[in-house]
C-alpha cells in the first residue's frame, strides 16, 4: 500500500540544475524523516540528504553540502531535492526513501523506498 514515486530526472549539462520530487502514497509523510539516497553503476548506495520531522536537515558528503537542498511539503505529502551546480561525479539512479520518526544516514534504517530516477551529468 505505501508507495514511493521519484520524479524530475534526465540529462543536465555540468553546472546545470535540477529538482527531484518524491511522492508519497499509503503513508503520512509528516511522521516520517525523508531520504535521498544515490547509486552509480558499480559503486554502492550512497548517502545524500535527508530532512526530518520537523524539517531540520543533514546533508552527506562535502561534495553535495553546499549545492543539494532538501525540503519537505507535508500538506502535498512530498519532499524534494533541489540539486544545483551538478558535476558528472552526480550522475547516479536518485532514490527517496521514508523512516520512521527519527532522521538516518543509514540506508539500512529506512522503511520505505521508492524506485529510482536516473540523473545523468554531461560534461
Known amino acids: 500500500q505505501v508507495q514511493l514515486v521519484e520524479s524530475g530526472g534526465g540529462l543536465v549539462q555540468a553546472g546545470g540544475s535540477l529538482r527531484l520530487s518524491c511522492a508519497a502514497s499509503?503513508?503520512?509523510?509528516?511522521?516520517?524523516?525523508m531520504g535521498w539516497f544515490r547509486q552509480a553503476p558499480g559503486k554502492e548506495r550512497e548517502f545524500v540528504a535527508v530532512?526530518?520531522?520537523?524539517?531540520?536537515?543533514?546533508s552527506g558528503v562535502d561534495s553535495v553540502q553546499s549545492r543539494f537542498t532538501v525540503s519537505r511539503d507535508n500538506a502535498k505529502n512530498a519532499v524534494y531535492l533541489q540539486m544545483d551546480n551538478l558535476e558528472s561525479e552526480d550522475t547516479a539512479v536518485y532514490y527517496c526513501?521514508?523512516?520512521?520518526?527519527?532522521?538516518?544516514?543509514?540506508?539500512?534504517?529506512?522503511?520505505?523506498w521508492g524506485q529510482g530516477t536516473q540523473v545523468t551529468v554531461s560534461s
Open positions: 526513501a521514508a523512516k520512521r520518526l527519527r532522521a538516518s544516514i543509514r540506508a539500512s534504517e529506512y522503511d520505505y
Open positions: 499509503g503513508l503520512s509523510m509528516h511522521t516520517y524523516a
Open positions: 530532512i526530518d520531522v520537523y524539517g531540520g536537515s543533514t
